[in-house]
Structures are given as structure tokens and as C-alpha cells.
């Protein structure tokens, strides 16, 4: 018995869905760098460096900032297992698969649950959170998702932050999305508990969630009456590997905290304004080019994410072939829709190394010729022409 | 605020302490091949593969095989999460750290646990494990350690087999070490769940968990009255995503995967009865080394590791200055020793890529001269000597 494989040849692409994002030369070379022990000096300051780097990007003086070994949703489960006990009432924004996701993993700690929806590619309005904050005594914690990768839409933090602390309740916001693509301001919002991902506007490959937590969550967590549920996921002893004690936990993944660093480097080597400038411009290049083209895009233009767009699948024209046709005719993969948008929208994806101008020039001359070959109506040319000009600004 | 950091530059090490081991340059080259999508056709033919290759190292025919997306402790809480639910029966061995692990993770699933003892170093009895199982009725599962890192002792499997299926529980191996090193023989000795480690014998780097389930796992997963507490880890879900289903849970570490199909591909390339033999050969060179150097090891030799070596620090040696030495001077990591062993041990890894003749002689003549440095007593050249036939035998 002995299974025989070729050697690794994937195909090229250009990462143009919702993540993961195209990585960068330097960051690939940093995943071939050699390995050295997990509890090695040299790499415990190389943990160091990445926490302040994470730090930079978070925009945040939280101590409590690392890197969980799981891709993003490990962080949502982290933030949700640490914070929560059974019985602990949570109020989560449910605008998308997401938000969903938050209720389903806040459950399974036995928290009781409270949702505030709104529809799928609009956000959650002050007003719905000071509502259910008024009529629910004890809430532990409110949960929003910053940027939304089912809808692209933008949920502004600053009210909601302000009504969950005037209510003594945390914070809790997804930035997978976001971070590294539009301000988070974790200090600036008092957001009390952030995970984001990797793979998608810092543009390392997925396999980390950086997380970062306010001293008033690690207070609450040091309250805590029961274990954390999650050996895996317990702060409580991960913090002391991170931390000054060194205490062994679990092996981290050691090339993966390379490529983080150095995607974060390359990051600040930009400049995290200048980072969020570029997604801002080339977002706005591929959604008026869109528009352009004759497209119609789901989320209002005031909470419209930059790195993410969700753009309406023409009538007539077949979701999965020109999805198909993208990707095997150009080697270019955009996402489907999720939930009650599958089939009726286009997720592109603008998002860390992949959010460049040729991109935004690439995607849509593909889509004209994939959308013209079905017979679609499409005005010719003419959103490329419109991109152009923003880009060349 | 900006924080900027030089380039990676970590020094040269030789990776010979509890795991990682070092990387063959092919996996490396693996790591730093460019991403595609999570959902791309050609990742789901890697994942197939790659599923493939970890049933014939697991020596499995279980459909259920596949690499959880976090370290090999995420593979044990994996394993615990999904197989026991709150007042369930489980009785574990502990014979060292990662046996007092399993108890940990255990009760935070809400299990019951019934301990089974046995000192570091020494391994669980099948009449321990006899006596248990006559004494409570309804045991859902027995759990032991097949590779104990902490101790470097080899558990025997088969007659404990045969006494948890007679009384119809389940048997839980933890072989994070042992894969890929020794025999683990999934299907002959009827494991029922098993997890791994990447970055031990396996010599990819740290960050995946192979997985594996027997049908009757499967069966009693399926019959859960509860849902898995962990939303990250829910193999209900997982197995969609490997699966036929190809269903989105969450986006796999996609380079990670690259890199363990590679490793898979060199150990099949070798031929796993051939990897086991290297791993025994040098093994019992670096142990018989040892012993000629006038050191003594901990464990007994008929249940002795040959990929992981606890050897006793002598009289009025240093622990942490030796190790410090080795590290710093000649760029070996070795490790120390845990709990009760902490400064009475030093843990001697040959795994994988690691385990090389070269590294053998290298280590016993690196250790030599920190030792003499020390004013050890130990006799000069006669550890090689020994070491040396066994590898030219």
C-alpha cells in the first residue's frame, strides 16, 4: 500500500475572491526560511516582533495581542470561549454569515443569545443596540462584524462602542476582513475583543488569527468561575507562552508566524494609512467600473466595503460558468454568493497584495469578455475607461 | 506609530529535541509555492491526496482522515470534543504530560474520567486497563498515549485493543509523535480515533493535525445528542468540506497543505516499513552512543522510543547551561526534561528529516565536549565508536 503522487503543481492564479488574497514574493520566501524550535530565543523574539507589529496594525496598546494558531474563525471561537460562561447573555449583530456564525459558536459556550438583525448587505444601526441594551439587563457582551466578507458591507464601530460602555458591557467586533484594509482602531473605537485572519488584506496565507484583547476583557476573563471550554483556545495558558513566562502551551506553527511578520513588515513599509488609501482608491476604481460596465452592486455606497464587492449577477447569465470560465480561461478566481445571496451576487475580493491596479483593469476586461461570450448586455469599455481615471488620479 | 523590524534572518539550527524537526528543502520549496483559492477544483484535488497519503502513513483504510486546521493539540481536542459528550465514560493513561492533557481536555468536555496511572516512563498495563473496564460499566472510550514525548515511552496497542472492543468502548490513540516514526497500524490494531502531529516524524512544519476515525467513531459521532462545543473543530461540518460535499466551513491553511502532501510524498518515496527501520537504526545508534559515553537513559529498553530519547543529566551538570551550549556553540536544539523530569532529563529527538547518521554523530561529539567542558565525567570517543558500527551495519 503506498499512494504515489506527482509533484506539487498548482495552477497560477489571481486571488480575486473574498480570501485568500494573492501573497507576496517576500512572504512566500519567508514560509521556505528553515525552522527553529518553537521555545528557541530566536524565535520567542521573533514572537515579540510580530506582537508589535500586530499591535501597529490593530492601532492598539493592548498587551493581550498575539497570534492564535487557527485560521480566523479560531479566533471568533477564541474571543467567544475566553469571554463567555454559561449563562452569560451576548448581544451579536446578525447581518450576514457571520454574524450567524458568531450566534452559533457564542451558543455552544451556553451563552444566551440575543440577535440583532438586520438584512443581508446592510448594518446594525446605535439605535437597534441601545434598544435591546435597555430592555436586556446584564449583558456581558455585544458582537459586531467590522467588515462583513458575505455582503461587503462596513459596520461603523464608534456609536455602538459608546452605548456598549455606557451600558458596562465589552465589545467584541470581527476584523477578519478588515484589518490591514480600512481603520479598525481598536483603541481609538475601545473595542474590548478583535480577531481577524491572515489570509486577507495582510495577505499572509491562512493559518494564524491575530487577536487582541482590552485590559478591561482580560480583567473579565480573570473572573472567570469556570474553565475555559477550549483547552486549545485557553487564553488563560496561551498568554504565558506569549508572555513573559515562556510557558510551553502547544507548538506554534513556527513558518506561519514567519510569513506574518513579514507580511506585517511589508505593511508598515507602506504605511497603514497609505495601505487603506490604496484599498479606498482601487476599490472605488472597481466598483465605478462596475457600475460602468451596466452592473448593479448590493450594498449601499455610505457602508460599502473597499476590499470586498458584492455585484449582481446579471439576468440570464449562469453564476457558476462565468465563475468557471474566469477562472480556467484567466486564472482568475472570484467568489459566489453565501446564504440567501447564493446565485444572485458576485463576491470580488480587493485585498492586500491583490489589491492592485492591474487587477482592477484585469477583472474587469475578463468579465466583459466572459459576460459578452453569454450574450449579456454590457457597455463595452466604458467602466474600464472610468476605472482608469480614478486610478490614474 | 509605526513599528519596523529587519528581515527575517533566523540563525541555523539542528532541530533535534521533542519536535519540530528540521524540514526537507523540499517542503520548504512546498511552503513557498503561491496560493490558490480554498475552493479551487485543483485544492480539492490536493486535499484528496493528501487524504490519501495520511491513510497509508495512519495505515488506514477509514474514510474519516483528514488534517484539522491547528497543532497537534488541536487533533486531540478534536478527537475529545467530537467523540464524548457531558457525563460520558472515559478512561485515560496517564504516563506523562500529554496522557494528564487528555484528562484536561477531557473534562472540559464534561466527561467523567477515570484515570489510569503509570510513572513517567513506564507504560499503562493491558491488566490496569482490564481492571478498569470490570469495574465501571458503560465506558464510551479509552484513551492512551502511543509515543509519550514527555517520557519517550512506545505503549503497546494490541491487547489493549482487544480489551476496550470486548468491552465495547472505543480505543483513543494519541500518536503525535509515533506517525511516521514506528508502526501506528491504524486498521490492524483497530484504533478508533487517532490524531498526529505534522511537525514530529511526519518533519512538515508545525500547524496541521492528521485526523483519523474508524467507522465505528463515525457511528457514534453520528448518534450525538448534543452539538460538538467546539464550532472550529465539529467534524459534523469538517467532513463536509473534505468530503464529497465540498461544503465551506472555514478556509484551510492552504500553504500548510502543500507542505504536508510534500513531507507525505518523501516518506512514500522511502516507503514507510523503510522509514520505521531508519528511525529504529539510528535510534538504537544514538541510545547505544549514549549508554558508551557512560550516561544513563530513563525509560527501559523494551518499551524504549527510538525517535525520542530521555537521557539523564549527569552529577553536577548543569541542565540549562548545556543546553545552552549545544544551542548557541554548535546551533542542536535538544529539549529539557517536563514536570517531574524538569532538570533530571534531557530529551534527545531523531525524527524525520532529523533522524540522519550525521546528526547522531554530530550530537554525541557536540555533547561530548560540552560535557568535558563541564568537568563530566564521561569516556571519550567510546559513545561514537559504538554509535558509528551500528550505522555502517
Redesign the interface.
Known sequence: ?????KE?N????V?M?P??S??HPRV???????????L????LQ?MN?TM??M??VF?TKNELTLAM??????G??TVFVNLLEPGDKVVIGVNGLFGE?MV??A???GAEVIRIEASWGDIIRPEQVEEVLQEHAGVKAVAVVHAETSTGALQPLSEISQLVHEHEALLIVDAVTSLGGVKVGIDENEVDACYS?T?KCISA???LSPVTFSRRAAEAMAKRKS???????DLSMIQNYWGQERF?????????N??L??AL?IV?EE??ENTWERHWKLGRALQSGLEGMGLSLHVAENIRLPQLTSVYIPDGVEDTLVRKQL?EQYGI?IGGG?GALKGKVWRVGLMGFSCQPRNVLLFLAALEEVLAQQGAHVRRGEGRTIAAEIIQK
Open positions: 500500500m503506498r499512494a504515489m503522487f506539487l498548482p495552477p497560477s492564479r486571488l475572491g480570501g485568500p494573492d501573497v512566500l520566501k519567508a514560509m521556505a526560511t528553515p525552522l527553529i524550535g518553537h528557541d530565543p530566536s524565535f521573533i516582533e508589535e507589529l499591535r501597529t492601532e494558531s487557527g485560521t480566523g474563525s479560531s471568533m471561537e456564525r452559533d459558536v451558543e455552544r459556550c485572519g489570509q496565507p491562512p493559518g474553565k475555559v471550554q477550549s483547552w486549545y483556545l510551553y502551551h502547544h507548538t506554534a506553527p513556527i513558518s506561519m514567519y510569513a511578520r513579514e513588515r508598515m504605511g497603514l477562472l478566481e453565501l
